[in-house]
């Protein structure tokens, strides 16, 4: 079956630590992208890629890193830098990045600090 | 300042009562306008779009949208609701030449009474 996965479904931070969140797809898209949920506040765009080996910022990528080394792979580290990290973040993938005509979401991962 | 607003934050309808989300948009085009679902915990679903052409547009799981440019919205309808239509709904927008990136609005919570 095609679509997008994510892992993983919960995950939890000590202080300081980094930890990296997966999404795989194999879609054959060739952009992906990762949003941050708070209660409210809907989604907001952290990372985006368009192709292989390229990524640009979203609206709030302060503390979080991402690469493309492959396409069907756009992993997410959520670093030390972030204080608060406590969402769900959930990765998409889609066709033409010009109209985001069309984009797939993985299930999510909720990530909590302890 | 482009953006995106759903004015209502929860809804509760009745089991067959029709049903209207609002969506509001600010800019100066018309952007690429769409609305997804969400399932708690889940990622979100695409329920339809508007790129350009007619005004009405139909989606899936019987929902519609209708585009009014003079008022700047795309509000989303369904004549009678069924109670696995509680969810959370998202309106969504591409304004073009903004380097097309898809801007959520903050939601609103549809609960179904039976």
């Known amino acids: 079956d095609g679509g997008i996965t994510q892992s993983p479904k919960y995950l939890f931070r000590k202080e300081g630590q980094n930890v990296t969140l997966s999404c795989e797809q194999n879609l054959n898209h060739d952009a992906m992208y990762w949003y941050r949920q708070d209660p409210g506040q809907g989604l907001r765009l952290i990372y985006y890629s368009q192709i292989v080996n390229d990524f640009q910022k979203g609206d709030i990528a302060e503390g979080y890193s991402v690469s493309r080394e492959k396409k069907e792979s756009f992993p997410l580290t959520v670093t030390s830098a972030q204080k608060n990290p406590t969402a769900f973040y959930l990765c998409?993938?889609?066709?033409?990045?010009?109209?985001?005509?069309?984009?797939?979401f993985g299930s999510g991962t909720q990530l909590s600090v302890l | 300042a482009q953006s995106v607003t759903q004015p209502d934050i929860h809804i509760t309808v009745s089991e067959g009562a029709s049903l209207e989300l609002r969506c509001n948009y600010s800019y100066g085009a018309t952007p690429y306008l769409f609305w997804y679902v969400q399932s708690p915990g889940q990622g979100l679903q695409l329920l339809l779009k508007?790129?350009?052409?007619?005004?009405l547009v139909q989606g899936i799981k019987g929902f519609e949208a209708e585009f009014k440019r003079s008022q700047s919205s795309f509000n989303l309808r369904k004549p009678s609701v069924h109670w696995s239509d509680a969810a959370e709904y998202f309106c969504a927008v591409v304004f073009t030449g903004g380097g097309n990136k898809l801007t959520f609005g903050t939601g609103t919570q549809l609960k179904v009474e039976l």
């Open positions: 998409a993938s889609g066709v033409r990045a010009a109209t985001n005509e069309k984009l797939f």
């Open positions: 508007y790129f350009s052409g007619d005004t």
